[in-house]
Nanobody, 125 residues
Framework: QVQLVESGGGLVQAGGSLRLSCAASGRTFSGYTVGWFRQAPGKEREFVAIITWTAGITYYADSAKGRFTISRDNAKNTVYLQMNSLKPDDSAVYYC??????????????????WGQGTQVTASS
């Protein structure tokens, strides 16, 4: 069993930056794929970025490429999402999630086994 806790959300002006954190307890991320997803009101949950813990392979949604960076800290058992040049369209609740199968490039939310509680990100225009 893995417990995930996100933090770092908030309100910023368009063009600003935020860094989200996803800390795991219960076990390490080793062997897992960790993803960031987001969900805006009235919309489906969508993939943002993923990282495979062991190999460090990353993959991004087109909307995130060039602006967001996913990374990991092995010692802290934490995954980060650095978000730069935020736009109002980025406003959503952001969730981190774990795919315990460790599948590369897993972008389907339904394949993820564990989810955090989410953190709100709002970029105002």
């Amino acid at each position: 069993q893995v417990q995930l806790v996100e933090s770092g959300g908030g309100l910023v002006q368009a063009g600003g930056s935020l860094r989200l954190s996803c800390a795991a307890s219960g076990r390490t991320f080793s062997g897992y794929t960790v993803g960031w997803f987001r969900q805006a009101p009235g919309k489906e949950r969508e993939f943002v970025a993923i990282i495979t813990w062991t190999a460090g392979i990353t993959y991004y949604a087109d909307s995130a490429k060039g602006r967001f960076t996913i990374s990991r800290d092995n010692a802290k058992n934490t995954v980060y999402l650095q978000m730069n040049s935020l736009k109002p369209d980025d406003s959503a609740v952001y969730y981190c999630a774990v795919d315990s199968s460790g599948t590369y490039y897993q972008t389907t939310a339904a394949r993820y086994d564990y989810w955090g509680q989410g953190t709100q990100v709002t970029a105002s225009s």
